[in-house]
């Protein structure tokens, strides 16, 4: 079955703790992104990766890392630099980056403070 | 000039309706204009896309209409259904550009 697979789908973070959401593809696309959801204004990019081993910044990255050491994972580690981390948070994917193709979402992850 | 406005924010029909959901960008140099269909706890996916190089597109009952001019674009739902109710993103790319920007997002809620 192709798709992304995000994990988990309910993660509770504590004051000053960093946390790791999983997000892995078996659909051998290139581009891999990260988005935050918050209710009334949609979907902002936070990270995003044309290639293993290459990422760029979106428009919200501050208080979040990447990583992209295979192809088909690419998580997200949302550090405590990052004070208002509760959010839905989507990986996607696309074959590759520019070329307007349709995005491939996962089931997302709910981060909530404790 | 990156911003893509969406309206409105929630909207309520009754079954059988016509939910039009409007959207409007500044950059001319979008080329590449989808919607998304988002159910609650899910992640969004396509419903429909247009380009640039044409006014209208169909599929089934969902139609884009586009606006060159006016630089806007929307999305109607003819003979709406209760299993329609779904938050909906339009959204704008361009080649240049690599990535998509998104509206804010619609909540519609087609009653029975």
């Known amino acids: 079955d192709g798709g992304i697979t995000q994990s988990p789908k309910y993660l509770f973070r504590k004051e000053g703790q960093n946390v790791t959401l999983s997000c892995e593809q078996n659909?051998?696309?290139?581009?891999m992104y990260w988005y935050r959801q918050d209710p009334g204004q949609g979907l902002r990019l936070i990270y995003y990766s044309q290639i293993v081993n290459d990422f760029q910044k979106g428009d919200i990255a501050e208080g979040y890392s990447v990583s992209r050491e295979k192809k088909e994972s690419f998580p997200l580690t949302v550090t405590s630099a990052q004070k208002n981390p509760t959010a839905f948070y989507l990986c996607?994917?696309?074959?590759?980056?520019?070329?307007?193709?349709?995005?491939?979402f996962g089931s997302g992850t709910q981060l909530s403070v404790l | 000039q990156q911003q893509v406005k969406q309206s409105p924010q929630s909207l309520i029909v009754q079954k059988g309706g016509i939910p039009i959901i409007n959207c409007a960008y500044e950059?001319?140099?979008?080329?590449?204009f989808p919607w998304y269909q988002q159910f609650p706890g899910k992640g969004p996916a396509l419903l429909i896309a247009i380009r640039p190089d044409v006014s209208e597109k169909k599929e089934g009952r969902f139609t884009i209409s586009f606006n060159k001019s006016a630089k806007q674009f929307s999305l109607h739902i003819m003979d709406s259904q209760p299993g329609d109710s779904a938050t909906y993103f339009c959204a704008a790319g361009g080649t240049s550009y690599g990535k998509l920007t998104f509206g804010q997002g619609t909540i519609l809620t087609v009653h029975p």
């Open positions: 996607a994917s696309s074959p590759q980056v520019g070329r307007n193709e349709k995005l491939f």
């Open positions: 950059n001319t140099a979008f080329d590449y």
């Open positions: 659909l051998n696309h290139d581009a």
